[in-house]
């Protein structure tokens, strides 16, 4: 019925399929935040069901590949921005180890268990990387949602993650290689290549290779400085399209290599992760990337024939038990190895034991042919069986992180390995929703003259303070001082959640513009409820603006100029 309204009506095929595919993935994804469960299945289950397997109400992703591939583009760019080098520069070397132990046991020990369901040896290895990932952003939203992210076990989960981020860039790449294995093992009789062959494609690497430096080199002097000029003309929308240019013209250039477009536009929000500007880029493309990649994921879905799920439902909950089994134990023997106690380590493997985001990025790049005449590395049937595993598998996260906390509380004073002298991580998880004690934390929006002086009153009172500043310069000028700045527009709840707002005890916002405070107070209201918001007003017939928008005080300049004028002249007059 819509197909033949869209047609009757004149409606392009891409429209009618765009359409199709967000109204489904946003009713699917309704339904599924009412469950309390992640979105990311609700979109890859909404493209089982449109798909040309099911419904047929899109017929073919082809329309749609373009759009998908720009999602990507923007999500490897986005996850890239959030790698700051910080994040391993103060943790521990031990838990960097572990990050690494755990890529390796993962994907090592994956690899001869999927060659035993039938693939050959390079499929078999993509596989296995790709379902060795977790999923960064269901764990740390349920860990958040627990005050978790503070204790030992929360921190090791946030090295792990952190680590498979970084190395997707290697596997990745390694596809294009493995494509070429494939290919060159087709035309012998053996799984492996010709030595000719092999001598080929490593020269042709060490060339890309180099050539990927002179890439970052080259982007490391330009990207900095181009959004810096954006951002200084004090337009969102410009700083915006100077983003999304940087990210399609560094995939295009990697592309140019012959490595992946994923892996450009990754590089590129990780040279500017380093920026004070990351926040605010990462919050202007958040909802345009949100709304790419619930395309990207409704149009994975589709790879899947509920055909194929019907005829190997013994393979997949077996491939999803082997999944759970492997992670969980080489992840948790990854951490005891190295100093984690039992308990925590069984908590942490249990939490990571899911695949992920990146898991169905892998899986996608490796449906992608790499060469002229090459087989496809991962076929449309292993990619249904492998895009099932991994949905089941993100419905059972919380489930799992339930499990891995009671074992822990159970078995948390059992000792790490024999050849650690003393456990270095180790913790007794709290009880959920218990929040772990923290300095008190004030964010300030706004460091004109009255931000910065209540920033330095509440610094006398000893309490620690986050400003959020649009200013450029304000923002390098006060990050050399070591205060903790965040640039960007308090009303962008991205630029929000890197200000910590999530643990701080207030806001405050001496912003001079009351639309942009009352748009930051609603933000700041939502992302937590239970904040308490001082705001200011520019004029009285704000105040109400202000209180609807969750504002707790409300203070009106001209009050406040009034009652300073008054309290003057009567001590002028001596009155009390």
């Known amino acids: 019925m819509v197909r033949l309204l869209a047609t009757a009506q004149g409606v392009s095929p891409l429209a009618q399929d765009l359409f199709v595919v967000l109204a489904t993935a946003a009713v699917v994804a309704l339904v599924m935040v009412r ?41 490897m760019f986005g996850i890239g921005l959030q790698l700051h080098l910080s994040a391993l520069r103060h943790a521990l070397v031990r838990m960097a180890a572990i990050g690494i132990g755990a890529c390796l046991l993962c994907a090592g020990a994956g690899w001869p268990v999927v060659m035993v369901f039938g693939l050959k040896a390079p499929a078999a290895l993509a596989v296995s990387m790709a379902l060795a990932l977790s999923s960064t952003a269901v764990v740390l939203r349920i860990l958040a949602g627990r005050r978790e992210l503070s204790h030992t076990s929360g921190r090791l989960a946030l090295a792990i993650l952190v680590v498979q981020d970084l190395v997707v860039l290697l596997m990745l790449a390694s596809l294009p290689v493995l494509g070429k294995w494939a290919a060159a093992g087709a035309d012998v009789s053996t799984d492996g290549m010709r030595v000719a062959s092999w001598g080929v494609i490593f020269r042709n690497e060490i060339l890309r290779a180099v050539g990927l430096v002179l890439v970052v080199l080259m982007c490391r002097a330009v990207i900095p400085r181009l959004v810096g000029e954006s951002v200084r003309g004090g337009s969102p929308e410009v700083t915006m399209i100077v983003s999304v240019v940087i990210a399609l013209g560094s995939a ?78 080489m992840i948790a023997l990854a951490c005891w190895s190295l100093g984690a106690t039992t308990g925590t380590a069984l908590y942490v493997g249990l939490s990571l034991s899911q695949a992920g985001e990146f898991s169905l990025v892998l899986l996608a790049a490796g449906g992608i042919r790499y060469s002229a005449g090459a087989s496809l590395l991962i076929s449309s049937e292993t990619m249904g069986i492998c895009i099932a595993v991994v949905v089941l598998s993100l419905i059972a996260t919380p489930a799992l992180i339930g499990l891995g906390y009671r074992l822990s509380r159970r078995h948390f004073r059992l000792s790490s390995a024999p050849w650690v002298r003393t456990a270095r991580f180790y913790d007794a998880p709290p009880e959920p929703g218990h929040l772990p004690e923290a300095p008190t934390q004030v964010i300030v929006a706004g460091y004109g003259p009255m931000g910065r002086r209540v920033t330095e009153e509440l610094e006398r009172a000893g309490i620690l303070c986050t400003i959020i500043e649009l200013n450029p310069r304000t923002v390098r000028k006060e990050s050399m001082t070591g205060r903790a700045v965040v640039f960007g527009d308090a009303s962008n709840p991205e630029v929000l959640t890197s200000a910590g707002i999530a643990s701080a005890d207030a806001l405050i916002l001496t912003i001079p513009d009351d639309e942009a405070a009352a748009r930051a107070c609603a933000a700041a209201r939502r992302l937590s409820p239970k904040l308490y918001i001082a705001a200011r007003a520019g004029a009285s017939s704000r105040l109400r603006q202000l209180s609807a928008a969750g504002a707790d005080h409300v203070t009106v300049d001209e009050l406040a100029a009034a009652e300073d004028m008054a309290v003057a002249v009567r001590k002028h007059m001596g009155v009390e």
């Open 35 to 75: 469950l309390r469960q992640a979105v990311i299945p609700a979109y890859l289950l909404a493209g089982a069901l449109v798909g040309p397997n099911a419904l047929h109400l899109v017929r073919s992703a082809e329309n749609l590949e373009s759009i998908s591939r720009l999602a990507i583009i923007l999500l």
């Open 252 to 329: 295009a250039l990697t592309e140019r290599l012959g490595l992946s477009l994923e892996m450009g536009a990754f590089l590129a929000g990780f040279l500017l992760a380093s920026s004070p500007f990351r926040h605010e880029i990462a919050g202007q493309i958040g909802p345009l990337r949100d709304l790419f990649i619930a395309v990207f994921f409704t149009t994975v879905g589709m790879g899947v024939n509920p055909a194929t799920v019907v005829d190997w439902w013994w393979l997949i909950l077996l491939g999803l038990a082997l999944l759970l089994a492997v992670k969980t134990l």
